[in-house]
């Protein structure tokens, strides 16, 4: 409590300065009144219902995975694939709607060119959605 001497008594003075209170006060006053507002909105949300009657054509499409190996060779969905083949697989699947994703795991001693290449290769076919696999080796 702020106290103070009085004038000529000597003695405590027993009055509380109140400005500091009232700044306080005044402080408090206007965050409650800037925040306020912002507790009336609400948003609304539209959440996704589950459906068990999906059809074939509602699910998500499978992407596309190309393993690139270190001394360049490539497999498309698990199959060998010359560049000239990706060429063509990249220019039909960029024509569906949904576009699939291009997943790329390269070995990681893999030139970065032949990656690069790939890569252009995809976004000249009109590949839009390109993604890299990774995978953690287990220590032992």
Excluded: C, W
């Excluded at 499409?61 to 698990?78: R, S």
């Excluded at 997943?103 to 001693?109: E, G, L, V």
């Excluded at 790939?118 to 000249?124: L, R, W």
């Amino acid at each position: 409590m702020a106290m103070s001497t009085g004038g000529n008594t000597g003695g405590p003075m027993s009055e509380i300065n109140v400005t500091p209170l009232v700044d306080v006060m005044l402080v408090l006053l206007i965050i409650f009144m800037i925040t306020a507002p912002l507790m009336s909105h609400s948003i609304t949300i539209d959440l996704p219902t589950a459906n068990p009657k999906t059809k074939d054509e509602d699910l998500p499409v499978p992407p596309l995975d190309l393993a690139i190996k270190e001394d360049g060779t490539m497999f498309l969905n698990d199959h060998p694939a010359t560049e000239a083949e990706l060429k063509a697989q990249f220019a039909v699947e960029a024509q569906k709607s949904p576009q699939p994703e291009l997943q790329i795991r390269a070995d990681k001693s893999t030139e970065f060119k032949i990656v690069k290449k790939v890569i252009g290769d995809a976004k000249d076919s009109g590949m839009v959605h390109v993604g890299f696999m990774t995978h953690d080796v287990p220590k032992g």
